[in-house]
């Protein structure tokens, strides 16, 4: 079995930060690739960023620039600077090895 745990959502002002965390234990000993995704309301999830087992990495163009996605083994953080409301979603982390395994997905809220 497979445990997915994301933290460190809430609420930001715009042009303010967050910092995401995902763990991700179990059965598995490493994932080759893993990734943050993020759905909006009345939109389809979409992907943010990912990093590889050997730290290649891939941002959305709209979030170029401003979010990072770095990891430790089985841990992965998502450092996202100068938000903006257009980022408010739910954030859900993933881990992949053959299989999606996802997380249960944090809030971001980016208002004034």
């Known amino acids: 079995q497979v445990q997915i745990v994301e933290s460190g959502g809430g609420l930001v002002q715009p042009g303010g930060s967050l910092r995401l965390s995902c763990a991700a234990s179990g059965s598995i000993s490493s994932f080759y690739l893993m990734s943050w995704y993020r759905q909006a309301p009345g939109k389809q999830r979409e992907l943010a960023a990912r990093?590889?087992?050997?730290?290649i990495t891939n941002y959305a163009d709209s979030v170029k620039g401003r979010f990072t996605i770095s990891r430790a083994k089985n841990t992965v953080n998502l450092q996202m600077n100068n938000l903006k409301p257009e980022d408010t979603a739910v954030y859900y982390c993933?881990?992949?090895?053959?299989?999606?395994?996802w997380g249960q997905g944090t809030q971001v809220t980016v208002s004034s």
């Open positions: 990093i590889t087992s050997s730290g």
């Open positions: 993933n881990a992949f090895n053959g299989i999606d395994y």
